[in-house]
């Protein structure tokens, strides 16, 4: 019977570790979003500005194109086809 009580009181200080890891990777889970998130709207920004101070340039021309085709989309199939026809 004390054997049985020393591997349940094993097992629950294994599962309270356990816990309190699982909760620092849930909060570093959390910070990272955040972290993703603020950095995203960080790109953003920066993205306008160098649209604001170079809307002409071939770059821009490109990273406008790519900001649409990634905002549309897009299927990436298409009802036409370039293959021959049978005969």
């Known amino acids: 019977m004390q054997n049985e009580?020393?591997?349940?009181?094993?097992?629950?200080?294994?599962l309270k570790e356990l816990a309190a890891l699982s909760e620092q990777r849930y909060e570093e889970v959390k910070r990272l979003k955040k972290e993703n998130e603020e950095l995203k709207k960080q790109i953003e920004q920066l993205t306008k500005q160098l649209f604001q101070q170079r809307p002409d340039s071939w770059?821009?021309?490109?990273?406008?194109?790519?900001?649409?085709?990634?905002n549309a989309k897009l299927?990436?199939?298409?009802?036409?086809?370039?293959?021959?026809k049978e005969k």
């Open 59 to 70: 770059f821009m021309h490109t990273l406008q194109r790519q900001q649409a085709l990634k």
């Open 5 to 14: 009580l020393d591997v349940l009181r094993a097992e629950n200080v294994l």
């Open 75 to 84: 299927p990436l199939s298409t009802p036409f086809s370039f293959a021959e």
